[in-house]
């Protein structure tokens, strides 16, 4: 998967990773494409549901053990 | 663009699970894009002073320093912090004008940022909320 940026909030515990990914991704251009690495068992629903919020693109996510990564293109 | 949701919620309790579920919400309400307000009343009032360290609640006083060590561990902060970084994201804070007469709070002891409002302003601003939250 291509990308922009990488975001790794492992370690953090909800809220943080949706807090820090809020700010990262305005440091991204509209079209580029953030990476965030997150092992909080929330981030599975979590972070789906920031993306169907905020209006930016799940681009893709999948899950290596108990880590998952997100790819989300930066929209709004 | 999604429609901008407005949440509110009213504290009314100043201990650590309280302010600490108050800020958590609103800080990743404003991340979600959320338009926030958090009404501070009664003993809630003191999350809005400048300085203010909450404690668990009851017999758990004596166990703050776990509580806010394991939030540490886990990257979040502590509560001065997390009222810090709400008022920093667009957080509206607002200090209940009665409870600030009640436990003697003068204005001068409030954080940066928050304003002096009264239920009816608050009423109006809930009345247009998508989402309420009560914590107390």
């Known amino acids: 998967m291509q990308k922009d940026a990488t975001l790794d909030a492992k370690g953090l515990m909800c809220p943080m990773p949706i807090v820090k990914l809020a700010k990262k991704i305005k440091e991204l251009q509209v079209g580029q494409v953030l990476e965030l690495v997150a092992d909080d068992p929330g981030a599975k629903e979590d972070v789906p549901a920031w993306t169907q919020r905020t209006g930016n693109e799940m681009v893709e996510m999948k899950q290596e053990g108990s880590v998952f990564y997100f790819y989300i293109r930066r929209k709004a | ?136």
């Open chain 2, 1 to 136: 663009m999604v429609e901008v949701k407005r949440v509110v919620i009213a504290v009314s309790e100043g201990t650590f699970d309280k302010a600490m579920m108050a800020m958590m919400i609103a800080n990743t309400a404003v991340s979600m894009g959320m338009e926030v307000h958090v009404f501070a009343t009664f003993f809630g009032l003191n999350l809005m002073k400048k300085g203010y360290k909450p404690k668990a609640p009851g017999m758990y006083r004596m166990f703050t320093g776990m509580f806010r060590k394991k939030m540490k561990a886990v990257g979040v902060d502590d509560y001065p912090e997390q009222v810090k970084m709400a008022a920093e994201l667009g957080v509206h804070l607002y200090a209940c004008s009665t409870s600030m007469g009640v436990m003697n709070v003068k204005e001068a002891e409030l954080l940066p940022g928050v304003k002096i409002l009264g239920a009816a302003g608050f009423l109006n601003i809930a009345a247009d909320s998508d989402m309420q939250f009560f914590i107390g």
